[in-house]
């Protein structure tokens, strides 16, 4: 089944870029995700791309996928302190996410310093 | 803010106890999916309930189960509570149509402590 790995921790001071990576196993998976949780409260979405596209733009998040390598990343431009939160990749294994379920990595834990 | 409403949003019970969790999904969604997130780990999928029948269900024991009403809100109950399902149980709601699920918008969570 599909597996999805992230790094646990990131660090950049206020300004600078964050990148977060995730790689992911099942190809079928045609829908990818990035969520945010904040302390103590649920998901919230940030962005998704579908597996066709190699990158995705909004506003201060970007995202890049490289579907042979099974890799995908999100870059934060501008990094604030209100960034800091855990960030979920998740994909929607199955065809157009038809097994209807997502599988999620452990998350990355974004600390930004002023 | 989703528009998915989660209840209650703290719960304290004791191995052995019941416990019943609900959702209402998004204005215009047909599809609830419960996730079960252990500390400092990301969210498990529990199953997921699509016009009111259970399409698909994840690696939990049979003491999980569900419901799904008309109105498409959805009740998670958990039987014989045990100390490792203390957990934060997300769940999250969509619109699926054709075998196809579109993109799930979360609740809040409700945070169960089992004593």
């Known amino acids: 089944g599909e597996d999805v790995e992230q790094s646990l921790f990131l660090s950049v001071r206020e300004g600078d870029s964050s990148v977060i990576n995730c790689t992911y196993t099942?190809?079928?998976?045609?829908?990818l995700y990035w969520y945010k949780q904040e302390p103590g409260a649920g998901l919230q979405l940030l962005t998704y791309?579908?597996?066709?596209?190699d990158m995705k733009q909004d506003q201060r998040l970007t995202v890049l996928l490289n579907k042979k390598d099974k890799h995908l990343s999100l870059r934060i431009a501008d990094t604030q302190t209100g960034d800091s939160a855990i960030y979920f990749c998740?994909?929607?294994?199955?065809?157009?996410?038809?097994?209807?379920?997502?599988?999620f990595g452990k998350g990355t834990k974004l600390s930004v310093k002023p | 803010e989703t528009g998915v409403t989660q209840s209650p949003t703290h719960l304290i019970k004791t191995r052995g106890q019941q416990v019943t969790l609900r959702c209402s999904s998004q204005?215009?969604?047909?599809?609830v999916s419960w996730y079960q997130q252990a500390l400092g780990q990301g969210p498990q999928f529990i199953f997921q309930?699509?016009?009111?029948?259970?399409?698909g269900r994840g690696n939990f024991p049979p003491r999980f189960s569900g419901l799904q009403f008309p109105n498409y809100s959805s009740e998670l109950n958990v039987n014989a509570l045990e100390l490792d399902d203390s957990a934060l149980y997300l769940c999250?709601?969509?619109f699926g149509a054709g075998g196809r699920q579109e993109t799930q918008y979360f609740g809040p969570g409700t945070r169960l402590l089992v004593l």
């Open positions: 791309i579908f597996s066709n596209m």
């Open positions: 099942d190809s079928s998976s045609t829908y």
């Open positions: 998740a994909a929607a294994p199955g065809l157009g996410g038809s097994q209807g379920n997502l599988i």
């Open positions: 309930y699509y016009r009111e029948e259970e399409n």
């Open positions: 204005s215009g969604h047909n599809t």
């Open positions: 999250a709601s969509s």
